[in-house]
């Protein structure tokens, strides 16, 4: 059976906040934005695989977010 992996938790409000505001931003660079969305998602229990689904990019690229895939 697949590892469940998922990001760590924010440390406190103000990293969330700061990860949730990079996430949505329109002026961060594209791929600060993409990692910052993985996060999100994350934070919001999806798996993996429902992440890459939802932000339609290769496995490969999802995969060095989680170091032990």
């Known amino acids: 059976m697949p590892k469940h992996l998922q990001a760590r938790m924010a440390q406190d409000g103000r990293e969330e906040r700061q990860v949730r505001k990079l996430a949505g931003s329109r002026h961060a660079p594209a791929d600060w934005k993409f990692h910052a969305h993985m996060v999100v998602e994350s934070w919001a229990g999806k798996t993996p695989q429902e992440i890459v689904t939802t932000l ?11 170091p032990h895939a």
Do not use: A, M, T
């Open 56 to 66: 339609s990019c290769h496995p490969q690229k999802e995969r060095p977010f989680y």
